[in-house]
């Protein structure tokens, strides 16, 4: 009895041994699903719904005033003006400016710039680019621009950009009203070629 009683208590060692081990390889398999899941919700952080800056409103009062307005410019209004009132708060670049050089550079989001490389903005490679890269013809043959995953990434760089560089820190002098010191003195500071870049703006 005494040997029955023996391997029955080494039976509960193994089968308590056993469960032990279940159960830690279950909880480091749960640690691992966690960690994925909040590598998954950091890439689709940049990807998430904007709040409303009433632009529905706004575009509306812009049709009343210019039925002749383009569709596609108010579509890209509609679409982008959250974003461009985030990065006015954050860096103090006047949301109509970096909304009208969206438009402008981009076509309306359509250019091919655009629409495949979220390039919104024309913005080039330049020295110590390290992201990814695209070519096109601009001032010159094969032009290198810079390429973004999402929009989003393309107008934080956009106000990184003028915000990084000395020759625009004169910009910030201006009101955040004053979209027409604005577009002159990003013509002065020499981000486009375009002797009518202030206009078009």
């Known amino acids: 009895s005494r040997i029955n009683y023996s391997l029955m208590k080494i039976q509960s060692y193994i089968i308590i041994a056993f469960l032990s081990l279940f159960i830690v390889s279950c909880g480091s398999k749960k640690n691992v699903v966690k960690s994925s899941k909040r590598k998954n919700s950091k890439q689709t952080i940049t990807s998430k719904k904007l709040p409303s800056v009433n632009q529905k409103a706004h575009v509306k009062k812009l049709t009343k005033k210019n039925p002749k307005l383009n569709k596609y410019t108010l579509t890209y209004i509609k679409k982008y003006a959250p974003l461009a009132v985030i990065k006015m708060h954050e ?20 250019s091919t710039l655009a629409s495949k490389s979220n390039n919104h903005f024309g913005i080039k490679c330049h020295r110590g680019w390290k992201g990814k890269r695209v070519y096109h013809d601009d001032d010159k043959k094969d032009d290198c621009f810079r390429k973004y995953e999402y929009v989003e990434h393309s107008y934080n760089d956009h106000s990184k950009f003028l915000t990084g560089r000395k020759r625009y820190a004169f910009l910030f002098k201006y009101r955040i009203t004053d979209y027409k010191k604005w577009a002159r003195g990003l013509k002065k500071a020499g981000y486009a070629t375009d002797k009518r870049y202030p206009q078009k703006l």
């Not at 103090?92 to 359509?110: C, D, Y």
């Open 91 to 110: 860096y103090k670049i006047p949301a109509s400016i970096t909304l009208a050089q969206g438009i402008l550079e981009s076509g309306n989001g359509r």
